[in-house]
Structure formats: C-alpha cells, structure tokens
Nanobody, 115 residues
C-alpha cells in the first residue's frame, strides 16, 4: 500500500514563508508526477504546482515566483517551499502522486496566512 505522509504547514504572517513536505512510503522517483493542491471550504481542490519525472514543472499563475516545488529522491520526499505568502494562500494543502495509473493523496495540512 502506497502512502503519502505530509508535514509542515501552520500559521504565518503575510510575507512569511512555510515549507510543506510529502514523504512517500516507496521510491518517489517511480511516481510519474508529484503535485500540490489546495482547497478552501466550499471550493474545489485546485492544482498549485507539479513536478514531473522528466523534471518538467508547472506552477499556477497565482504562485509563480513565490512557490518552489522540489523532490529529494534520497529522502523520498517532495516539498513545496512557499515564500511571500499572502492571505489568499490560506487553504488546506494536499500532495498527490501518480503511480502506475493510480492517484495517491496525502492527508492534508492547513496553511493559514493572517496578520
């Protein structure tokens, strides 16, 4: 059974930084991509960033230049570094990995940006 375990997140003031991590229970290099989504109450889950196995990267326009997605294969961990955070970044964040045609999700972690 493949598991993705998230860590990080929390509360920060506008302009601050947070780092989210997503650790896989198996070799993360075998995933076709790792992605981060976010969701606010009553809204759909929106794609924030993706890192593909061929090193292609996608960022939503709302986070370009502020968020960075990386993978540490030695630690089987994908991370989302979030800088210059804004109140509108407040959401529950989820990591997702695609492996052999199946989606796997992390448990979610709350990010709150408020003064």
């Amino acid at each position: 059974q493949v598991q993705l375990v998230q860590s990080g997140g929390g509360s920060v003031q506008p302009g601050g930084s947070l780092r989210l991590s997503c650790t896989a229970s198996r070799s993360i290099s075998t995933f076709y991509y790792m992605s981060w989504y976010r969701q606010t109450p009553g809204s759909r889950r929106d794609l924030v960033a993706s890192l593909y196995s061929d090193n292609r990267i996608y960022y939503d326009d709302s986070v370009k230049g502020r968020f960075t997605i990386t993978t540490d294969n030695a630690k089987n961990t994908n991370s989302l570094q979030m800088d210059s955070l804004k109140p509108e970044d407040t959401a529950m964040y989820y990591c997702k990995g695609l492996l052999a045609g199946d989606d796997y999700w992390g448990q979610g972690t709350q990010v709150t940006v408020s003064s």
